[in-house]
């Protein structure tokens, strides 16, 4: 049983040992998108969502469309078989990047341009969804532009939030919050904030510049998530949470106030799932 697999141009191998040409755009640059999908008993959780996202992202960063689900499925359906993920938990991450940088410098090459190679890459490991409690810095060195069509994109530059949880790590801390330049709390480094104040559970606005996650997204559509203009600061009863596809975190702290447990993170997270 293998326990991370690759594919890429038609072969499945290790992540170890399969290449990508160095001088591809979303090494050189990050300029490439991708997708973190949940698998359960063999099948992707909310696939559709994910791809809908993916390809919503390529077009708003001026890219070629990444495969679609017909494309897809027998690829993902072959590494689901090839991981033993048909009874178990596991992830796949899609990769889209903008391929080939003939010659030097960010400047793009017409999409017509033969040369000019778009990659797609999948990677596909077992896990577990995680419902740890944890505690939270918000960060002082980084905070989400909100005017920026990045924040809409789940790009591979994560420089941002590693340096974020980095600095919360330093100082104790198990992740790290972002601030928005609106002043206003956003997101966590890789997951979507709620917070559940005066029984409502509320999520940051779109404004701020959080990402828009897949499981906030199905929150929203079932009326169980409300947007709201959050402070960073936690009323007295606030009980807070990030989510994302791989798990749902209660906070016990931000910064150095303590926050009230959410007792049932699992059970929101599962009626995420089951939100179509």
Same mark, same amino acid.
């Given at each position: 049983?293998?326990?991370?697999?690759?594919?890429?141009?038609?072969?499945?191998?290790?992540?170890?040992?399969?290449?990508?040409?160095?001088?591809?755009?979303?090494?050189?640059?990050?300029?490439?998108?991708?997708?973190?999908?949940?698998?359960?008993?063999?099948?992707?959780?909310?696939?559709?969502?994910?791809?809908?996202?993916?390809?919503?992202?390529?077009? =708003?960063?001026?890219?070629?469309?990444? $495969?679609?689900?017909?494309?897809?499925?027998?690829?993902?359906?072959?590494?689901?078989?090839?991981?033993?993920?048909?009874?178990?938990?596991?992830?796949?991450?899609?990769?889209?990047?903008?391929?080939?940088?003939?010659?030097?410098?960010?400047?793009?090459?017409?999409?017509?341009?033969?040369?000019?190679?778009?990659?797609?890459?999948? #990677?596909?490991?077992?896990? #577990? $969804?995680?419902?740890?409690?944890?505690?939270?810095?918000?960060?002082?060195?980084?905070?989400?532009?909100?005017?920026?069509?990045?924040?809409?994109?789940?790009?591979?530059?994560?420089?941002?939030?590693?340096?974020?949880?980095?600095?919360?790590?330093?100082?104790?801390?198990?992740?790290?919050?972002?601030?928005?330049?609106?002043?206003?709390?956003?997101?966590?480094?890789?997951?979507?904030?709620?917070?559940?104040?005066?029984?409502?559970?509320?999520?940051?606005?779109?404004?701020?510049?959080?990402?828009?996650?897949?499981?906030?997204?199905?929150?929203?559509?079932?009326?169980?998530?409300?947007?709201?203009?959050?402070? $960073?600061?936690?009323?007295?009863?606030?009980?807070?949470?990030?989510?994302?596809?791989?798990?749902?975190?209660? =906070?016990?702290?931000?910064?150095?106030?303590?926050?009230?447990?959410? $007792?049932?993170?699992?059970?929101?997270?599962?009626?995420?799932?089951?939100?179509?």
């Amino acid at each position: 049983m293998n326990q991370k697999l690759g594919w890429i141009d038609g072969h499945w191998g290790s992540p170890k040992e399969l290449k990508i040409p160095i001088h591809d755009r979303g090494i050189n640059f990050s300029d490439g998108i991708f997708e973190t999908i949940f698998v359960e008993n063999g099948k992707p959780q909310l696939l559709i969502a994910h791809l809908t996202r993916w390809h919503k992202n390529a077009e =708003i960063l001026g890219m070629t469309l990444p $495969p679609n689900i017909e494309i897809l499925s027998p690829i993902l359906s072959e590494g689901i078989e090839k991981c033993a993920l048909d009874k178990g938990c596991g992830s796949i991450r899609l990769n889209w990047s903008r391929g080939h940088n003939i010659n030097r410098g960010i400047d793009i090459r017409q999409p017509n341009d033969e040369k000019s190679l778009y990659i797609f890459w999948i #990677e596909i490991s077992h896990i #577990e $969804p995680s419902f740890q409690a944890i505690a939270t810095l918000i960060s002082k060195s980084e905070k989400r532009n909100a005017e920026s069509v990045i924040s809409q994109c789940k790009t591979f530059n994560y420089i941002q939030s590693i340096q974020a949880r980095r600095e919360a790590k330093l100082a104790g801390f198990d992740d790290a919050l972002l601030m928005s330049t609106t002043d206003e709390i956003c997101c966590g480094t890789t997951a979507n904030i709620i917070v559940k104040r005066n029984k409502e559970l509320l999520t940051p606005r779109l404004q701020s510049g959080c990402l828009p996650g897949i499981m906030r997204a199905q929150g929203l559509k079932k009326g169980i998530f409300k947007e709201a203009k959050l402070s $960073p600061q936690p009323q007295a009863e606030d009980e807070w949470l990030l989510i994302n596809s791989l798990g749902c975190h209660p =906070i016990t702290k931000v910064n150095q106030t303590s926050t009230r447990l959410f $007792p049932n993170p699992r059970d929101l997270w599962k009626s995420l799932l089951l939100a179509n």
